[in-house]
């Protein structure tokens, strides 16, 4: 691969590393077998039951608390437990990004450029449910993608928008505590992973990715609150995307300064204060690189109007029926109604009035002719302690293929279904969408979009 290296890249490639043996190393990478990796997905289960379950080998990447090496020949996006949400398939590099972020619980979260939903996802499940997440992206296809994502992985506590950065920043000053910019960029560091990339690369690329990266940041600045801290990354290697990047935005914002940033485990510190690279021949991952910084200063915090929640008693009353009936308890968040389709929208969203929106929050649900109808999404995201009516199917494909079965396909020790009614299908104890039982058959209620062979 390395005789399709463009010249001028490897020119910029000596510049940064200018020891001819490391720059050596680094070439002898791109013949080396790249390294898989997968998120386990604390939402839904705990790690010791999924190390358990998991059907292959998993060996921790040493940056991210979720993180696992798996072998590409295991198939782990062909297997139930990746359509059940147990884990989201992602680059081990690609992690550390979102660690840097440290996300908590409570706290108000955007990641500006977000789909295809990786660091999205892995953001959510450190923020445990609770506060609110915003996961924007500026394609609409790749928007659904990663609503897509976030339903999959059982994420309740998010938002997500289809805006530019700069309507982001017109809908949300200074509304975030965290933000990550995961910027376009020329992909220098994929080369290895996605050869098409070498194709599409050229100094005026990156000039052209350079703008656009500074223009994000731009925006971002804006939307961040006092104190608050701001993540930079990219998958490109080249300084001009890198760290004149962030030279050149601190130079233009003087409230910003970097944060220390732990680099170890073979993340070398990059060459400005407050930022990491990750390099193909110092770990087993591609080539990453991420800035940290925080905002200084007192900056007034704009007021909102706030998500109105559905006060209709007549529309309320047979959801809060269902929810009484089906759910061990209730999920805070402000109910809304778009047409018929019920959402929880997460606390503290302002409100959603002229914001272009992909997914307002978990889809709790349809109303039909006095009668609540559950959402597939609400039923992605249940633990089984949070539902009362659950059953324990033994082959998951049959499921997955939206097939009903019967009482012989239960695993009645691992079941509570009692009564006819709605029930979520499990299977190792993740789940996998709705089910209605009617005298001893159980109609799948998978959604036909998303049915797969096994």
């Given at each position: ?75 782990p996006g062909k297997h139930f437990l990746h359509e059940a949400g147990a884990y989201y398939i992602q680059e081990p590099s690609a992690m550390a990004v979102a ?151 601190l130079k233009n914002h003087e409230e910003f300064e970097p944060v220390p940033v732990n680099a170890k485990n073979g993340i070398v510190p990059g060459g400005l ?111 089984k302690e949070e539902v009362k009516q659950y059953v324990t199917i033994k082959d998951p494909g049959i499921y997955l293929k939206g097939e009903s079965f019967s ?48």
């Amino acid at each position: 691969m390395v005789e399709q290296l463009p010249a001028d890249f490897l020119e910029e490639i000596k510049e940064i590393l200018t020891d001819a043996k490391e720059y050596e190393q680094f070439l002898n990478s791109f013949e080396k077998k790249r390294a898989y990796g997968l998120r386990y997905n604390p939402l839904l289960g705990d790690r010791q039951h999924f190390l358990e379950t998991v059907p292959f080998a998993c060996k921790p990447v040493a940056w991210a608390k979720d993180g696992y090496y798996c072998d590409k020949e295991a198939q782990p996006g062909k297997h139930f437990l990746h359509e059940a949400g147990a884990y989201y398939i992602q680059e081990p590099s690609a992690m550390a990004v979102a660690e840097l972020l440290e996300a908590q619980p409570g706290e108000v979260i955007c990641d500006l450029c977000a789909a295809p939903g990786g660091k999205s996802t892995q953001i959510a499940a450190a923020m445990k449910q609770e506060g609110l997440l915003v996961a924007n992206e500026i394609v609409w296809n790749r928007a659904k993608i990663l609503s897509s994502n976030m339903e999959r992985m059982g994420v309740r506590n998010a938002v997500v928008c289809n805006e530019t950065p700069d309507r982001m920043a017109q809908i949300f000053p200074a509304f975030f505590d965290k933000i990550l910019v995961d910027a376009p960029c020329s992909g220098e560091g994929m080369f290895r992973k996605d050869p098409k990339a070498i194709d599409e690369w050229s100094k005026e690329q990156v000039s052209i990715c350079r703008q656009r990266q500074l223009f994000i940041l731009e925006q971002a600045a804006g939307m961040l609150r006092s104190g608050g801290i701001l993540v930079y990354s990219t998958c490109t290697f080249n300084a001009e995307e890198d760290e004149k990047v962030i030279e050149t935005f601190l130079k233009n914002h003087e409230e910003f300064e970097p944060v220390p940033v732990n680099a170890k485990n073979g993340i070398v510190p990059g060459g400005l204060a407050g930022t990491i690279r990750l390099w193909p021949h110092r770990l087993d991952g591609e080539g990453h690189f991420a800035a940290k910084l925080r905002k200084k200063g007192v900056f007034p915090k704009a007021g909102y109007p706030t998500v109105q929640a559905e006060k209709r008693k007549e529309l309320l009353k047979p959801v809060l029926a269902f929810e009484q009936e089906f759910l061990q308890k209730t999920f805070e968040g402000t109910k809304v109604f778009f047409g018929e389709e019920l959402y929880l929208v997460p606390e503290r969203m302002r409100d959603l009035k002229g914001i272009k929106i992909v997914r307002a929050g978990l889809h709790l649900g349809t109303n039909k002719k006095n009668r609540f109808e559950p959402a597939h999404a609400l039923a992605a995201s249940l633990r089984k302690e949070e539902v009362k009516q659950y059953v324990t199917i033994k082959d998951p494909g049959i499921y997955l293929k939206g097939e009903s079965f019967s009482e012989e396909s239960v695993d009645k020790e691992r079941s509570a279904c009692e009564k006819n009614g709605w029930a979520v299908c499990y299977a190792a104890d993740y789940p996998l969408g709705l089910c209605k039982y009617a005298n001893g058959v159980y109609k799948n209620h998978y959604p036909k979009g998303l049915r797969l062979q096994f």
